[in-house]
């Protein structure tokens, strides 16, 4: 069984007989698992009119615990994004009523962002969804299957981290 990848290392490697293509047989899966993936977590997002980023910011104050607070810098941290984008996000997030703007109960001059019980309940309706999505993607797969993939992704990823 061969897929567009395999058609494309070999198209590359008649070409370019010189180069060692295996690096391609993994990073050109991944980058187009990738766009399934993201195919699919807009689908499933969109049931519940939210955009991938808005569930991320709204993801990460959900996984932080009750209160569901986290300080702007946390939540830069949590999803990778410029502090100007996170401000955007969280002005937006605002007006939407998902999220609020709090004094840090720790340091007066200091703000954390809260999610509201309207964030709480879209977070976690699209949690839902997007769990069910992945579920049947991985449709059919064993669940030894699934482990290992997960732990040599793992191993891929903490590799390149940083």
Do not use: Y
Not at 26 to 41: Q, T, V
Not at 79 to 102: I, P
Request: charged residues 25%; negative net charge.
């Amino acid at each position: 069984m061969s897929d567009e990848v395999d058609g494309v290392v070999e198209a590359w490697a008649t070409e370019r007989p010189d180069l060692d293509l295996g690096s391609m047989q993994i990073w050109s899966r991944i980058d187009r698992l990738a766009g399934i993936l993201d195919g699919h977590r807009k689908r499933a997002f969109a049931t519940h009119s939210i955009e991938a980023w808005e569930f991320d910011v709204l993801a990460a104050l959900r996984r932080a615990g009750a209160p569901h607070r986290l300080s702007p810098g946390q939540l830069l941290r949590e999803t990778h994004v410029t502090s100007g984008t996170m401000t955007n996000r969280v002005d937006r997030l605002v007006a939407r009523g998902a999220v609020t703007r709090e004094s840090d109960p720790n340091d007066g001059r200091g703000v954390q962002v809260a999610l509201t019980a309207k964030g709480l309940a879209l977070v976690d309706a699209a949690l839902a969804s997007l769990l069910e999505v992945e579920q049947e993607l991985l449709a059919g797969w064993p669940d030894a299957d699934r482990d290992q993939l997960a732990s040599l992704l793992r191993r891929l990823l903490l590799g390149n981290a940083g």
